[in-house]
């Protein structure tokens, strides 16, 4: 009758644990998918637009009908006013949709910027993880005790560069990208859906940026292709404070 016992119990630690090592499992790897979306945007052919996707984002109000205006208008009117910011942190929620796995993970955190080709994003427990770009050079850390996961971008498509054009007016619409623009209210809406070359397509579908005339973003929604959409506000946010160095650093999660 002891040994039996003492098997039950066994049997019962054991699967406590394995219910333990599952659990964990998935969150790791629902904190790696919690970044996928901004990694994607900043690994992106169209980084341009992709990284102003996440500067300044606030909550969107509703407001009265849009009127559309021209796309060429809307993205100069987001260049303009982001040439004024040097640097900024703010506090960030992040919603993510899980098309396949039909649920929704809501995520905390901060993030900060430096011109000319400094980001940072660090997300809370239970999601926590680190992302740090410097120009082409992207890092990520999942988790305690994670390992980071370097990725180096073509020099084509780093900030540096991006952000070295943004010191001139727009005057011609990118290739390869669609874009749709109204002002409403003296709030600007941008639309951006990346055109697919032939039989290949990006794992970005849409990306929905609206923003104010000073270039703070309100609200930044991305859609893509699989269904997964991720809708991020910031809040507490905070220009030209004169960050350094010191704040876009890869430190380990504790």
Known sequence: MRLRNLVTETESASATETSKTFRQNILFHETRHACTSVALLLCGSNILFSFLCLSF????????????????????????????????????TQEKKLALMRRTMTMSGTVRF?????????????????????????????????VPNRIILPPDQGLGRWFAKLATPVTRLPEGIDIQADLTHNIYTL????????????????????????????????????????????????????????????????
Do not use: H
């Open 57 to 92: 984002l606030w909550l969107l109000p509703a407001f009265a009908e849009a009127r559309p205006i021209a796309a060429l208008d809307g993205l100069e009117a987001l260049r303009a006013g982001f040439a004024g910011i040097s640097d900024f942190s703010a506090e960030i």
């Open 114 to 146: 430096k011109k000319p080709d400094q980001f940072f994003m660090a997300l809370n427990p239970p999601y926590s993880s680190r992302m740090v770009l410097k120009d082409t050079q992207l890092q990520q850390l999942a988790g305690q005790g994670g």
């Open 191 to 254: 639309v951006i859906r990346p055109l697919s070359s032939g039989q290949v397509k990006g794992q970005i579908k849409e990306v929905m940026i609206t923003f104010l005339k000073d270039g703070t973003i309100r609200r930044l929604a991305i859609l893509e292709q699989n269904g997964d959409k991720a809708t991020m506000t910031f809040k507490n946010l905070r220009r030209n404070i004169g960050l350094t160095d010191t704040d876009f650093q890869l430190v380990p999660i504790e």
